[in-house]
């Protein structure tokens, strides 16, 4: 199911979806077509289903006209501990 699709069947709300087949440009992956899971109405309920997402499992609202996810490096965040006694 193409995003416009998910759009039009289900304006101005969240939804749950998997992703079946994306493409990478720079540093942005753009989801070209998915499957709904489920409607969410609850705000709250989004973001906990947002939390707990993996493997291509991803939460978005409607009102997003494009479904685009950026892609960041965790550059960083290792060998640096700090112990306070």
């Keep these: 199911m193409q995003w ?3 759009r039009k069947i289900y304006p101005d709300q969240y939804v749950k979806l998997q992703i079946l087949t994306s493409h990478t440009e720079g540093n942005t992956k753009y989801v070209d ?3 709904l899971i489920k409607a969410i109405q609850d705000p709250r309920e989004a973001t906990h289903e947002l939390l707990r997402s993996k493997d291509g499992i991803i939460v978005s609202h409607t009102s997003n006209e494009e479904l685009k ?4 490096t965790l550059r960083g965040l290792r060998g640096v501990i700090q112990y306070e006694n």
């Design 69 to 72: 996810i950026e892609l960041r």
């Design 33 to 35: 077509e998915v499957a």
């Design 4 to 6: 416009e699709e998910v």
